[in-house]
């Protein structure tokens, strides 16, 4: 029912209401150019600073493992950033969203009501504390503590060179991904949550009659239903690894190599190199950080844009389209 | 709920701005210990706003409060934003004087034409030195002896334990562990970084044959954001070691390597033997310029090498005249007796006399 139909029902309101849809449609349009004019002219900013940096770059910006913007004349690359971002991101993702899949279930199928209000609140108030808490966090408890860990897993795994591992502090990529999926922890849960939660009861109910368990019951209508909002979820929590600054910064061993292990110290990301690099930073420094991170706004625009595809792709199949 | 939250709004906001004042003089370090006859005040007082190098934060924040605290009407800010932010808003204008470890290079010095009228530049006027300490995490082991061969072989991953022939040769006495060295280094940008770096280039070229940069350029290691990040990791990690201004040791408590010069006997890094360093430093600037020259490869006993020297960088003609005798007031007091002497107390060389007198020189003759 569109605003016109409702204001042709009060013929009393009517003047009244149209003034208000104008306003109103007047306001949500300007908003929406408003948007739209501030992101071009972010864009602008930083293609033009980008331009400037990347022309000056006696390196190549993709490929040199080096990052001199300072120096006569400037050398760097964002080849480092790029993997130390992209792989902590993966890390993280791949820790967090099984688990936090498993507590949104448990929420919404198996935990008694009283335990699910307040368990939903804990983890909902992890999104609350502050990142550099949970650098803090990561730096003086976690870090020291993951030295046993690590080398377990370099005696059963360090075959691989993924996880070789050689007992200095463990302040690695893997460490940074390790922090970043307690970081994103929240947003997936509680977005899967809510998801989760609207799964519609008619099928599951259908689904019990029929004799199937609990678990059948979620892998068959539950799950089905939800796929485009646990992706949505996971999408959400991989945006806030890929910009996560202080608390990288503050776990990691930045470095501008690139290690074949995960547990082993060096890399860096986009964002916590602008963070470390930019109080030094001479004006060519300053634009080479713009440009790596237009290319940290790409790398999320890209992430978004395959996000929205895969989900358009699915939706057919899940709930949500009906 | 509304009137709840305005309340906390207004509480937090009061805690914020309590926690960012810098205008309550009492109670900071050096505020009122002098008297004001040390301290010649401009007239018509004003506004001063500076930026750099936060390696000279702490020296600052005492020559600010001093000279606030008997100058009515002075306001002097220093932003310790980091000598490569700092010279940049010093080339954009908008302070009065940057501070920065590192010298200017030719590009910038060109660049300050723009902003100094009447054909005025740049120049550096050196206002206070720092020993640069290599602090380690050794339980048992005090008053370890490196040398630079030794150090830059630590630091360049050639070394890499501590039971290391190297280091016992150096260390008779000490029983060393066999335990991996973790050898830190800056991950930003630092003077400290650059300083270091010098000296091991000078002192031991065959063990480092990198060149001198405000970026790390050895391999291996670990890295950390800042002096205090560097502290932090060696106090955390047994058998690690790093670069860092004595002050961040001292106020720590980290144990500082004292370093065989091969003078004789390993100078320890103080605030002495630090100075002793800078005075004999060469003046290598030009017309006036008093960019120094240190000597790493001195072997006179009682002389610490490894030091950062701090400048502030001025216009030497075409000062803003609504900034120059505030500029001129309060540099003069930073460059003075008293203003030098305060420093040591808190880790920092004061310069040499004949080179504070040439600072002085310098500052009355700005225009």
């Known amino acids: 029912m569109s605003a016109r139909d409702r204001s042709r029902r009060a013929p009393g309101h009517r003047s009244a209401e149209r003034r208000g849809d104008r306003v109103f449609r007047g306001l949500s349009r300007g908003s929406g150019v408003t948007l739209l004019v501030v992101m071009a002219a972010i864009a602008a900013f930083l293609a033009v600073r980008s331009v400037i940096a990347v022309r000056h770059d006696e390196g190549n910006f993709l490929t040199t493992f080096e990052w001199d913007a300072n120096a006569d004349p400037p050398v760097f690359g964002i080849a480092v950033l790029l993997f130390g971002t992209v792989v902590s991101s993966v890390v993280a993702m791949v820790l967090a969203v099984p688990v936090a899949i498993g507590i949104a279930l448990f929420l919404t199928h198996y935990a008694p009501r009283r335990l699910a209000a307040p368990l939903s609140y804990l983890v909902d108030l992890l999104a609350a504390v502050p990142s550099i808490v949970y650098g803090l966090w990561g730096a003086l408890y976690l870090v020291p503590r993951l030295t046993g860990p690590y080398l377990w897993l370099d005696q059963w795994f360090g075959w691989t060179g993924v996880l070789a591992y050689d007992g200095t502090p463990a302040r690695s990529l893997m460490t940074a991904g390790l922090l970043l999926a307690v970081m994103i922890l929240p947003i997936v849960t509680s977005v899967t949550r809510e998801v989760f939660r609207q799964a519609p009861a008619g099928p599951q109910e259908a689904a019990l009659a029929l004799g199937a368990t609990r678990w059948e019951v979620i892998r068959m209508t539950v799950l089905p239903f939800a796929r485009s909002g646990m992706i949505s979820a996971s999408m959400l929590g991989l945006g806030r690894a890929l910009g996560e600054t202080m608390a990288v910064a503050t776990v990691l061993s930045p470095g501008f190599f690139i290690e074949a292990s995960l547990l082993e110290s060096g890399g860096a990301t986009f964002a916590q190199n602008i963070a470390s690099q930019f109080k030094e930073a001479g004006s060519m420094g300053r634009d080479a950080l713009i440009a790596s991170g237009l290319v940290l706004f790409l790398l999320t625009l890209l992430v978004n844009g395959a996000a929205r595809l895969l989900i358009a792709r699915r939706a057919e199949y899940s709930g949500a389209a009906a | ?367």
Request: proline content about 7%; aromatic content about 6%.
């Open chain 2, 1 to 367: 709920m509304k009137p709840l939250l305005g309340a906390a709004v207004l509480a937090f906001g009061a805690v914020a701005l309590t926690a960012c004042g810098s205008d309550d003089n009492s109670g900071l370090p050096g505020a009122v210990r002098f008297s004001p006859k040390d301290i010649r005040c401009a007239s018509g007082g004003g506004t001063l706003l500076s930026s750099g190098s936060s390696a000279q934060a702490n020296a600052m924040e005492v020559w600010v409060n001093s000279y606030q605290a008997n100058c009515d009407g002075s306001r002097v800010t220093y932003k310790a934003t980091g000598s490569g932010a700092g010279v940049q808003e010093f080339l954009q204008g908008t302070t009065a004087f940057a501070g920065t470890d590192a010298p200017l290079t030719d590009a910038e010095t060109a660049a300050s034409r723009s902003v100094c009228a009447d054909g005025g530049r740049a120049v550096h006027l050196p206002m206070l030195a720092g020993p640069i300490a290599v602090g380690y995490n050794l339980p048992g082991v005090d008053g370890l002896v490196l040398d630079a061969p030794t150090l830059a072989r630590i630091f360049d991953s050639a070394v890499d334990r501590w039971d290391d022939p190297a280091i016992a040769r150096l260390n008779p006495d000490a029983d060393l562990p066999d335990l991996p060295i973790t050898p830190f280094h800056r991950s930003d940008g630092s003077g400290t970084t650059a300083n270091f770096t010098a000296y091991l280039a000078a002192a031991a070229p065959d063990a480092w044959p990198h060149e001198p940069d405000k970026t790390w350029r050895g391999r291996g290691g670990q890295s950390a954001d800042g002096s205090s990040g560097l502290i932090g990791q060696v106090q955390q990690n047994e058998g690690a070691i790093a670069y860092v201004e004595l002050s961040h040791a001292h106020r720590n408590g980290v144990a500082t390597a004292r370093l065989d010069t091969g003078a004789g006997r390993p100078v320890a890094p103080r605030v002495e033997t630090a100075s002793r360093a800078v005075d004999r430093a060469r003046v290598t600037g030009e017309d006036g310029d008093l960019v120094l020259t240190l000597d790493h490869t001195a072997r006179s006993p009682g002389v610490y090498p490894i030091v950062l020297i701090t400048y502030e960088i001025v216009c030497d003609r075409g000062n803003r005249p609504s900034t120059l005798p505030l500029t001129r007031a309060f540099l003069g007091y930073t460059a003075s007796d008293q203003g030098q002497r305060d420093l040591a107390g808190i880790d920092y060389a004061p310069l040499p006399d004949r080179l504070a007198e040439q600072v002085r020189e310098r500052v009355a003759g700005l225009s």
